[in-house]
């Protein structure tokens, strides 16, 4: 298998954590039987999951559904040089760590059920990339596969959402280049390393999108492409977006398994229908057959996301016009301030207040029990 490995580090903005700072973050991503699920579960009940590290057995074993073999390798967990060595590789690839609670890791995927522990990230994330469609298909694209895609890229672009693919050959490079082509942004997600560029013909687009977008990846520096990540990667290209538009596929190809997951996650999922009888359209076609939206044009896409786009600017619009109850403390006010426009879970409260783990909690209580807010599924928490 050819491939290539880049460093740009001396041209790249690091939106992250460098040095010993990501080592306890890198170390949850290397802890035996743990996963992304166990991480959620850590999430949810330490709300600064690297806490785990220090905490004992029996509050490990508090823990609802953590396994007993994460328990144990978090207990016996003894890869700290290795995981040193780790960050100092994607320093020296010009990668930035970007932990579940930094303020520019993607809120969508803080919502999966097993979101990366950290992501590494050449390039920059914006807060324009909430705005972001998938757009994926076949390798083996054809003609009409190509300019569908590109017209649907572009008009995706031109309209400001990002545009996410998975920089594969065939449909997913097109859809980049044609975002980029429209003076938009575009992420693309790898299955291997942020360094690693695969195809090694997608050398040059790498090296834009590492300039106008970002390379995303929850993989080591330096995997290889194997085959068996790019599952795993699929659900982040989804979790990333907003909707998945799947142009050209065949009955078994990896763009299918993109939008099984989007539909998993509560994304829409759109195929564009191509000719009868052609093995590249028998993915699409059974997709619509099952429910998508059928797709000829951008207009389909966007009067689909559009409502998404409506509700969450009046919810905002709304919250900004209600008041803060009177008689809360400094601190009660500066919490329910934060959850006042969007639920956020426990960590992201903590993180953004700038409290104690104790002290967020005690205050969240508060509030929940004077009714100004609820508690929604995950410890997520909005005002009432």
């Known amino acids: 298998m050819v491939q290539a490995c880049i460093n740009l580090a001396e041209d790249l903005f ?18 035996n039987r743990l996963g992304c699920v166990g991480f959620k579960r850590l999430v949810e009940y330490f709300g600064d999951p690297t806490q785990a590290f220090s905490a004992s057995e029996a509050e490990l074993g508090e823990i609802p559904g953590l396994d007993r073999e994460a328990i144990a390798g978090l207990l016996r967990f003894s890869q700290w040089e290795e995981v040193e060595q780790e960050g100092r590789r994607a320093l020296a690839a010009g990668a930035g760590i970007l932990p579940f609670n930094a303020p520019d890791y993607p809120g969508r995927l803080r919502t999966l059920p097993d979101p990366p522990p950290f992501l590494y990230v050449k390039g920059q994330l914006r807060p324009e990339d ?6 994926v298909g076949s390798r083996s694209a054809s003609e009409y596969g ?3 895609t590109r017209e649907l890229a572009q008009g995706l672009a031109g309209m400001g959402f990002t545009v996410v693919s998975g920089m594969a050959r065939g449909i997913d490079g097109e859809a980049h280049k044609s975002a980029l082509s429209a003076g938009g942004r575009t992420l693309a997600v790898l299955g291997s390393g942020v360094d690693v560029v695969y195809p090694p013909e997608h050398e040059d687009l790498y090296r834009t999108l590492c300039e106008r977008g970002a390379i995303v990846s929850e993989q080591p520096i330096g995997t290889p492409p194997f085959s068996y990540n790019f599952p795993s990667r699929n659900r982040l290209i989804s979790g990333l977006s907003l909707g998945v538009v799947v142009v050209e596929a065949t009955e078994k190809s990896g763009s299918l398994i993109t939008a099984s997951l989007a539909l998993e996650q509560g994304r829409e ?17 059974r997709l619509i057959r099952q429910g998508a939206k059928l797709v000829e044009g951008v207009q389909d896409i966007v009067e689909e996301i559009a409502p998404q786009l409506v509700r969450r600017a009046g919810a905002l619009e709304g919250a900004s016009q209600r008041r803060v109850p009177a008689g809360l403390s400094v601190e009660a006010r500066k919490v329910f301030e934060l959850v006042e426009i969007h639920p956020l879970q426990i960590d992201e409260v903590i993180q953004k207040s700038g409290l104690s783990a104790a002290k967020v909690s005690e205050l969240l209580l508060e509030l929940e029990l004077q009714g100004l807010l609820k508690q929604l599924p995950g410890k997520r928490f909005v005002a009432n």
């Open 14 to 31: 690091l939106p992250s954590l460098v040095g010993k700072d990501c080592v306890p973050w890198l170390a949850l991503g290397r802890v």
């Open 130 to 135: 909430d705005r972001a469609v998938a757009v």
């Open 146 to 148: 190509l300019r569908i």
């Open 269 to 285: 999922v759109f195929a564009v229908p191509g000719e009868a009888g052609a093995s590249r359209s028998r993915g699409t076609h």
